[in-house]
Nanobody, 119 residues
Framework: QVQLVESGGGLVQAGGSLRLSCQAS????????MGWFRQAPGKEREFVAA????????VYADSVKGRFTISRDNAKNTVYLQMNSLKPEDTAVYYC????????????WGQGTQVTVSS
């Protein structure tokens, strides 16, 4: 089993940057792909980025390509989402999640962290 706790959210002006962190507990972290999702008010949750267990493979939503970078440190059981050039439309609750592989169903979810981008 994997428990996930996100941090790093906050309020930032458009064009600014934030780095989200997701601390995982559980011995299976290294064997799992990790993903970031987000949900804006009144909208469905959407995929943002994912990274393979080794870190060698990454996938991004078109809306964040070139602005966001996902990474992981398996020694620290932590996955990161570096968000640059933030836009007001990036405002959402961001969740990290764990899955057997990048394309699998995500089994474990964190509680989310709020990101608000002001114009």
């Amino acid at each position: 089993q994997v428990q996930l706790v996100e941090s790093g959210g906050g309020l930032v002006q458009a064009g600014g940057s934030l780095r989200l962190s997701c601390q995982a507990s559980g011995r299976t972290f290294k064997a799992r792909a990790m993903g970031w999702f987000r949900q804006a008010p009144g909208k469905e949750r959407e995929f943002v980025a994912a990274i393979s267990w080794s870190g060698a493979g990454t996938v991004y939503a078109d809306s964040v390509k070139g602005r966001f970078t996902i990474s992981r440190d398996n020694a620290k059981n932590t996955v990161y989402l570096q968000m640059n050039s933030l836009k007001p439309e990036d405002t959402a609750v961001y969740y990290c999640a764990a899955a057997p592989s990048v394309a699998s169903i995500y089994e474990y979810w964190g509680q989310g962290t709020q990101v608000t981008v002001s114009s």
